[in-house]
């Protein structure tokens, strides 16, 4: 039987393979870029346009109150909460990603008087490094970086705050969040993830790891749109202590008395900044109302199949590549990466074909698997295509070889 054939069944069995038409896919796409920017839910631009004909065409500035703007970073927030394993109260969507990770580093900072050290890994997302580098630059912080092997040992007393990704970007690889909390609270520390590759396709359990703070994006698997709000997370314990650096005016505890002087918000509402971007949140607010309906248990159940069905499917195409991703399906997010050294001129040859990966430098092609939208017959059209590929050495042709900013 082909691997299009074992898809027929896989797809026809598939409870989840409804939600497909929920969402807007072009035409001859197989998308594994789900990771990066999350498909536009097909129920998105007429949400959009009510909030822009009718809100704020004809409401105006009374939609703050009557169409409940005022109140959606929270609403959004809470909605966010139980795909996170947390309570409604100690979520909420606000500015970046980068910029919520800024705010809860110089937090716990704050809270860890007389240590600096902020611990985390080499080859962590860029932007958790760069706010680090920030802080350290204001004398604020130092960062350390050690090995993903070796982080528990290298937690001594002037770590303030061990930082790392839930699941790691480029190979997907997953930390133990519950062991890795553990041993950062046993050595004094506070614990910070970034939750941006987890978020809606894999179960996560803040309280039940006794998490600190934690980050992430929306327009990945929450399929917020390009740009969408990100979200940030306090556990209770802390939110009455938080001292949030950023003390723009949504986070003030009266926003509209316009006082000289700043006084927090209480709770989780603290962590606000500036203006709420309402646009962005109604956007994000669909993305996630769709991923809890389908349900993240189902989600990852899925994701799992799908990312085997596919390595089943190279297999069964006698194609062989290094795989960087761990080689259990329970050990890794919703994605598969591979190392060659021509990713790139791959990765553009795909495109040209109608099948969207990514490629990370150095030399990492990387597919997402989204289960939300994907089919087993996707996997089996795109190890297909992978394979011919890699057979015919058409990723060899210039166009494929000429680097831009934006793959």
């Given at each position: 039987?082909?691997?299009?054939?074992?898809?027929?069944?896989?797809?026809?069995?598939?409870?989840?393979?409804?939600?497909?038409?929920?969402?807007?896919?072009?035409?001859?796409?197989?998308?594994?870029?789900?990771?990066?920017?999350?498909?536009?839910?097909?129920?998105?631009?007429?949400?959009?346009?009510?909030?822009?004909?009718?809100?704020?065409?004809?409401?105006?500035?009374?939609?703050?109150?009557?169409?409940?703007?005022?109140?959606?970073?929270?609403?959004?927030?809470?909605?966010?909460?139980?795909?996170?394993?947390?309570?409604?109260?100690?979520?909420?969507?606000?500015?970046?990603?980068?910029?919520?990770?800024?705010?809860?580093?110089?937090?716990?900072?704050?809270?860890?008087?007389?240590?600096?050290?902020?611990?985390?890994e080499p080859g962590n997302f860029p932007t958790d490094l760069y706010m680090i580098a920030g802080l350290e630059a204001q004398g604020l912080a130092t960062r350390r970086l050690a090995e993903r092997g070796r982080l528990a040992e290298a937690l001594d007393s002037d770590v303030a705050l061990l930082m790392l990704t839930h699941a790691h970007y480029k190979t997907g690889a997953l930390h133990d969040m519950a062991a890795l909390t553990r041993a950062a609270h046993e050595a004094g520390a506070l614990v910070l993830w970034d939750l941006s590759h987890s978020t809606g396709a894999l179960p996560i359990d803040l309280n039940g790891a006794n998490a600190d703070f934690a980050v992430g994006c929306g327009y990945k698997y929450l399929c917020g749109g390009p740009g969408a709000p990100a979200f940030a997370f306090v556990a209770e314990r802390h939110q009455a202590s938080?001292?949030?650096?950023?003390?723009?005016?949504?986070?003030?505890?009266?926003?509209?008395?316009?006082?000289?002087?700043?006084?927090?918000?209480?709770?989780?509402?603290?962590?606000?900044?500036?203006?709420?971007?309402?646009?962005?949140?109604?956007?994000?607010?669909?993305?996630?109302?769709?991923?809890?309906?389908?349900?993240?248990?189902?989600?990852?159940?899925?994701?799992?199949?799908?990312?085997?069905?596919?390595?089943?499917?190279?297999?069964?195409?006698?194609?062989?590549?290094?795989?960087?991703?761990?080689?259990?399906?329970?050990?890794?997010?919703?994605?598969?990466?591979?190392?060659?050294?021509?990713?790139?001129?791959?990765?553009?040859?795909?495109?040209?074909?109608?099948?969207?990966?990514?490629?990370?430098?150095?030399?990492?092609?990387?597919?997402?698997?989204?289960?939300?939208?994907?089919?087993?017959?996707?996997?089996?059209?795109?190890?297909?295509?992978?394979?011919?590929?890699?057979?015919?050495?058409?990723?060899?042709?210039?166009?494929?070889?000429?680097?831009?900013?934006?793959?």
């Amino acid at each position: 039987m082909t691997p299009e054939d074992r898809a027929c069944e896989r797809d026809a069995a598939d409870a989840l393979a409804a939600y497909r038409a929920r969402f807007t896919l072009p035409q001859g796409i197989i998308y594994l870029d789900g990771n990066s920017l999350g498909a536009l839910p097909v129920a998105t631009p007429q949400v959009l346009q009510q909030v822009i004909a009718h809100e704020w065409g004809d409401g105006l500035i009374r939609s703050w109150n009557s169409a409940g703007w005022f109140a959606a970073a929270g609403r959004v927030g809470a909605k966010i909460a139980p795909l996170i394993g947390a309570a409604p109260g100690e979520v909420i969507a606000c500015d970046s990603t980068s910029v919520n990770l800024f705010k809860l580093i110089a937090a716990a900072l704050a809270m860890r008087p007389g240590r600096k050290a902020v611990l985390s890994e080499p080859g962590n997302f860029p932007t958790d490094l760069y706010m680090i580098a920030g802080l350290e630059a204001q004398g604020l912080a130092t960062r350390r970086l050690a090995e993903r092997g070796r982080l528990a040992e290298a937690l001594d007393s002037d770590v303030a705050l061990l930082m790392l990704t839930h699941a790691h970007y480029k190979t997907g690889a997953l930390h133990d969040m519950a062991a890795l909390t553990r041993a950062a609270h046993e050595a004094g520390a506070l614990v910070l993830w970034d939750l941006s590759h987890s978020t809606g396709a894999l179960p996560i359990d803040l309280n039940g790891a006794n998490a600190d703070f934690a980050v992430g994006c929306g327009y990945k698997y929450l399929c917020g749109g390009p740009g969408a709000p990100a979200f940030a997370f306090v556990a209770e314990r802390h939110q009455a202590s938080l001292q949030q650096p950023l003390t723009g005016w949504f986070g003030h505890a009266a926003p509209f008395a316009f006082d000289d002087d700043y006084e927090g918000a209480p709770g989780i509402d603290r962590l606000q900044c500036g203006t709420p971007p309402v646009l962005g949140l109604a956007a994000l607010e669909v993305g996630v109302d769709l991923i809890a309906e389908i349900g993240v248990a189902r989600l990852y159940e899925k994701s799992q199949a799908l990312s085997e069905f596919f390595l089943e499917s190279l297999m069964a195409h006698d194609v062989t590549l290094e795989q960087v991703s761990p080689a259990r399906s329970a050990d890794r997010g919703s994605q598969l990466s591979f190392r060659h050294p021509e990713a790139y001129a791959i990765c553009q040859a795909l495109i040209a074909r109608g099948v969207i990966g990514d490629f990370r430098a150095p030399d990492v092609l990387r597919l997402g698997f989204a289960p939300a939208y994907l089919s087993f017959a996707d996997m089996a059209a795109a190890a297909r295509h992978l394979a011919e590929v890699l057979a015919s050495g058409e990723w060899q042709r210039e166009e494929f070889n000429q680097r831009a900013a934006v793959t």
